[in-house]
């Protein structure tokens, strides 16, 4: 019998021979569907939607980011941790009441500070529908719990399968209510609410394995906690902190002008594309790997990690660096002359992230969540000083910035390789002989 052959045998074989390709496959499928759709909806909605009314879904994007980081206390990622299904259940049920109080208390605060919000950003739409924040974040910030639980069983294609129909559901509402007309900050909301209450629903009703109830020997919510709370007092402030110099600078772009910071939106949305389409599948693939690897073989895997992230970048965005300017401006019209040149002074830094996501959780695995937080108050103040300081134009800043942020991520790297290293001098557990 004739063996197959051609690229197609080799590429089976080898997907067959390496199951952390065939994970890393599956997400980037659906990650890559889910990035053209959200790459065509960005065509139509830059024609629907102004560079102000972009500015102020910017704000609000920014603020719900920031509460979506700490609304499970980080607990989300613990899922992925312990032995027993048991205890990652009830994880889960303590990230989930602490994602409802974290919702219910953003709409509550965003009510309360209409006025505040009225003040700084000039915005009445703004202030008045923020309150809708509450959903954004109960929404997301649950969909991240339940898919460590699918990342757990190693389920990637519901994960990928959950990322297309949240991604389909927003850009699909967003450009049908900007087509019905609603062509302000309410029509972002609600069509981007639409994706995400769509993307919970499914994965909530294929998650009813979690819902099982536990064993009476399971550790109580207070131990589990107690277990644990390196990742809400180390881990949770990295988190909070890189959350902030993500957001805070779309939040001081916008304290000078709402349709700056719409650029700065639209050519974000755009570069996340190519970052998109394979950068989360990686994480979560490398991540429930990092979880089960033994002392001895964690600088090994962390620095083919950084070797492959690094080739895969060099293509597209260098491709985005000597192209952005005019093909912006081709792709989205004229209203968007800046977001091209935006595009351009971020793809330094946008080209490195992509090349240190994965290894991110290397400090969690490790038990150095204190390096990375020391790290952090670093890369987010340098952002911010820059952005506030700065006495150039804002094009020239975020150049200086986008270099600024890329040379800090290599040292990024050089932290990792180093916390893998340290692991690595750790005794191997010790393990059972299956033989036997």
Not at 146 to 158: A, C, E, I, M, S
Not at 397 to 405: D, E, H, P, R, S
Request: proline share 5%; aromatic share 10%; glycine share 6%.
């Amino acid at each position: 019998m004739a063996r197959p052959g051609g690229a197609s045998g080799r590429f089976a074989r080898l997907v067959q021979k390496y199951p952390t390709l065939r994970h890393i496959l599956v997400l980037v499928s659906g990650t890559a569907i889910a990035q053209i759709v959200a790459f065509a909806a960005s065509l139509i909605t830059a024609r629907l939607f102004t560079p102000e009314v972009f500015g102020q879904f910017a704000i609000y994007g920014s603020l719900t980011a920031i509460a979506i980081t700490v609304a499970s206390l980080r607990l989300d990622m613990t899922i992925m941790l312990p032995e027993r299904d048991d205890d990652a259940r009830r994880i889960a049920s303590i990230a989930t009441i602490s994602n409802i109080a974290v919702a219910a208390s953003a709409s509550l605060l965003a009510l309360l500070l209409h006025d505040v919000v009225l003040r700084i950003y000039d915005s009445a739409a703004l202030a008045t529908w923020l309150p809708l924040a509450g959903l954004t974040i109960f929404f997301v910030a649950q969909v991240n719990v339940l898919q460590y639980w699918f990342n757990r069983k190693t389920d990637y294609r519901t994960i990928s399968v959950n990322r297309v129909q949240q991604m389909i559901g927003s850009a699909g509402g967003q450009v049908l209510f900007g087509a019905l007309g609603m062509r302000s900050l309410l029509g972002l909301q609600l069509g981007t609410l639409l994706g995400q209450a769509f993307a919970f629903v499914n994965l909530r009703r294929k998650s009813r394995d979690l819902m099982h109830e536990v064993s009476e020997e399971t550790p109580s919510r207070r131990e589990l906690v107690r277990r644990y709370r390196k990742m809400p007092l180390l881990n949770l402030p990295n988190a909070l902190i890189d959350g902030i110099r993500l957001n805070g600078i779309p939040l001081l772009i916008g304290l000078v002008a709402l349709g700056a910071v719409g650029q700065f939106n639209m050519a974000w949305r755009i570069l996340q594309a190519p970052i998109g389409l394979i950068n989360s599948a990686i994480s979560q693939v490398f991540f429930q790997k990092l979880a089960r690897v033994q002392p001895g073989d964690m600088y090994r895997l962390v620095r083919a990690t950084m070797i492959r992230s690094l080739l895969i970048a060099t293509v597209p965005f260098g491709l985005i660096y000597l192209t952005a300017p005019w093909l912006f401006l081709l792709l989205l019209g004229p209203q968007w002359d800046m977001a091209g040149d935006i595009a351009r002074a971020l793809t330094p830094w946008l080209a490195m992230q992509l090349v240190t996501s994965p290894i991110s959780t290397v400090f969690v695995v490790t038990e150095n969540q204190g390096w990375l937080l020391v790290f952090s108050v670093f890369f987010a103040g340098i952002p911010l000083g820059l952005l506030y300081f700065a006495p150039w134009p804002l094009l020239t800043t975020l150049t200086v910035l986008g270099f600024a942020m890329a040379l800090m991520l290599v040292i990024l790297l050089g932290m990792a390789l180093a916390a893998a290293r340290r692991f690595d001098t750790r005794p191997r557990e010790c393990e059972v002989d299956n033989d036997q």
